[in-house]
């Protein structure tokens, strides 16, 4: 039986130290632990954060927009080329021919562009090549050119720069709009990044504590274990250490869970892939949790820097902008439409010159000659037309244009209501933030006064212990007092950190304080 046990026990062993080594060595080692610093958290959520990525398109999309707009004033060029041929009865008592053919020939060309003031004007050049079976045609084929000029100028209804050049100006503030939105979308995503990180840190530095305070426990264990087996203390005692230990233990456990956690969600606003080399890898922040009170400056100045540079207010402050366009186009609108016209055209005909005879007289054109000689009769100026004068017209009563005018009013009158609102919010946002940084410096303070009295109290009532005049469970509750002390310290130095943010974040100085420009129009 014995020889049996012996040859299980170096089975085992071969098993052991052979086949587990290959097997423990085929598996994946994990990634070095990454060091991270605050800043290079913050450069890695603007590279990488999805969300930012997403609404940078929107400034961009604005800016194809103003394009769009301005595209309105260019000019147009237009040539049309056309050919064909009519045939038809011809229903004249004496038609010769009776059945009548028409060929034409077509070639137009036209420039048209739209002013900034409202007027517009267009130059077109229109030819014509006829050629007709009729023998009462005089020119046969037939060459015809006209050179007009028309322009039309609003004198009252659609006059002016502003009134026509609204649509650049409104997509322009759209566009400004959209920075606003993104520049507050990245005071969010890096103030979170920053809270994250500081998260992260706290999870960290609090485990250290709870390890300190397992450590304490077991050589508590081990002090009251001597003293159970020499007889100098209960067996009672040794029972009530050993409970602390495992208590101990379990937070532990929780505060690395905790760790983990925030790991994740570091990552997470970081954008690493879970599957990646930096997702599987620990972070390991190296900003220590350093208590650094910086100069807030007064409380009417945080607000005042609020109400200057956040991008929620500077977003309403445009849209007002838009709204006092549109009132101001139509306040124009309700005028009556009286627009001065005019035109101005240079004509020419030639072709092949046909004798014409009607009863006992016989005729020819005089304006015999090739397609050129159309084209010199035009620039002769002799053959000319002009026009000149006023077209106007009122709807009576212009109800429809005075309701959209009202109606615009209104939204400027809703829209100032809702500027006032944002700007009482702002307020109580930046004053609750300010005096949270004031607590948080209190309350750290506060910590490290009563940090030092619980590290006093226990190194008091362990000597005490030694000498036998006080009991382990006294210890302990000390020792957790000290613990306790220990993470509230930390907590409050993070406290302070994020109620910094959250200050940065409702003034809209993340950006400025970390040293991040962006762009004008692209935001990045």
């Known amino acids: 039986m014995n020889f ?28 070095a632990p990454t060091s991270l610093s605050l800043k290079a958290a913050i450069e890695d959520t603007l590279k990488n954060n999805v969300a930012i990525a997403v609404q940078k398109y929107n400034s961009k999309i604005n800016e194809q927009s103003i394009f769009e707009k301005e595209a309105d004033f260019d000019t147009t060029l237009d040539f049309e080329f056309s050919a064909g041929e009519e045939t038809r009865q011809a229903a004249g008592a004496f038609a010769n021919p009776v059945k009548s053919r028409n060929q034409n020939y077509d070639w137009d060309f036209s420039i048209s562009k739209k002013f900034m003031t409202g007027a517009d004007y267009e130059l077109s050049f229109d030819s014509n090549r006829n050629l007709t079976n009729s023998t009462f045609a005089g020119l046969n084929p037939q060459y015809t050119s006209d050179l007009n000029l028309s322009f039309t100028q609003p004198l009252l209804k659609d006059f002016g720069i502003d009134n026509n050049k609204r649509e650049i100006y409104i997509a322009k503030n759209n566009q400004k709009i959209s920075d606003f939105e993104f520049k507050a979308s990245v005071i969010d995503v890096i103030t979170e990044a920053e809270n994250t990180y500081w998260d992260l840190v706290f999870s960290i530095e609090d485990l250290k504590v709870k390890k300190k305070s397992l450590e ?32 101990r233990d379990q937070l532990l456990l929780s505060a690395q869970d905790l760790i983990q956690d925030n790991e994740d969600n570091l990552k997470n606003i970081l954008n690493y892939s879970f599957d990646s080399e930096q997702g599987r890898s620990s972070l390991n922040p190296s900003e220590p949790p350093v208590f650094d009170p910086g100069t807030e400056g007064t409380l009417e100045e945080a607000i005042q820097i609020a109400l200057n540079d956040r991008p929620d207010l500077l977003v309403k402050k445009k849209e007002l902008e838009n709204r006092n366009i549109e009132v101001k ?4 609108q309700t005028y009556p439409t009286l627009d001065l016209v005019s035109s101005l055209g240079l004509n020419g005909i030639s072709g092949e010159a046909i004798n014409i005879t009607s009863g006992t007289v016989q005729g020819k054109s005089k304006f015999g000659g090739g397609y050129d000689n159309a084209l010199s009769d035009l620039g002769s100026g002799k053959y000319h037309l002009w026009e000149f004068g006023f077209n106007l017209s009122y709807p009576l009563g212009n109800r429809a244009a005075k309701s959209r005018l009202v109606a615009k009013k209104l939204e400027v009158a809703q829209l100032l209501l809702d500027i006032k609102d944002v700007e009482k919010t702002i307020a109580v946002e930046v004053r609750e ?20 009295l619980a590290e006093e109290k226990l190194s008091a009532e362990e000597k005490k212990f030694e000498v036998g005049l006080s009991t382990s469970f006294n210890v302990l509750e000390f020792q957790e007092d000290l613990a306790e002390e220990q993470s509230n310290e930390i907590k409050a130095i993070i406290d302070y950190k994020k109620s910094r943010n959250r200050l940065r974040q409702v003034k809209a100085q993340t950006l400025k304080e970390n040293n991040i420009q962006l762009s004008e129009g692209d935001e990045t």
């Open 4 to 31: 049996i046990s012996n040859l299980l026990v170096c089975s085992l062993a071969c098993f052991i130290f052979h086949i587990l080594p290959d097997r423990v060595s085929a598996v994946p080692l994990s990634p």
């Open 216 to 247: 304490r426990a077991q050589d508590l264990e081990k002090q009251v274990k001597a003293q159970v087996e020499v007889g100098t203390m209960a067996p009672l005692e040794m029972l009530q250490a050993q409970s602390e230990v495992a208590s």
């Open 329 to 332: 186009y139509n306040e124009n």
């Open 433 to 452: 933030a300010y005096r949270q940084i004031k607590t948080d410096i209190k309350r750290v303070h506060a910590a490290r006064i009563a940090r030092k």
